[in-house]
């Protein structure tokens, strides 16, 4: 039996990671959040943008309880991949600022169902859900893509940790320099050593 317990502590969960998220765009500007970092084009403010789509989407329309915003639908093949980049037309702040509604919303949901409440995920190929199903693969989901944020904000500063107060000591460049030499170091090692 999975109980209020469960529930509690993955909704508490949730609401860190997403404090994450957004600290990991605390300081920079406009073109470091939006700018592609990877080759499919990764950025921070796409990942909170990203987020936002499918958070609403998991704990408004699965259980019945649609975002009062618009946001666009799962099934839309043409707008595939919007969601993952902010046009020049968004705001920061107006990305952020609905990152936030979709919370509430999202909390609203959380606190007025029990956690085997039952949904439905018409695109998954068992659709039949609870909310604890959708709990557990929110958190993962928004985990996986605070570890991609963690990584792009490594890129671009150095930045690492999960809060202002948690955030790894500045290093100089120097010190960085040398550390990913320890490294190519030791991966070479192990390279040239007989299998």
Known sequence: MIDDFAKTYLHGDLREIREAILWKLDGLGEYDIRRPLTAPGTNLLGL?????FWEATYFGEVFGRPFPEPLGRW???EARGGDMWATEHETREEIIDRYRRVWQHSDATISALAIDSPGYVPWWPCPQVTLFTILVHLLTETSRHAGHADILREQLDGSTGTAAWDADAQRDAAFWDARRAQIERAA???DSTPA
């Open 48 to 52: 909170v943008k990203h987020l936002s």
């Open 75 to 77: 099934d839309d093949a």
């Open 188 to 190: 070479k090692a192990a």
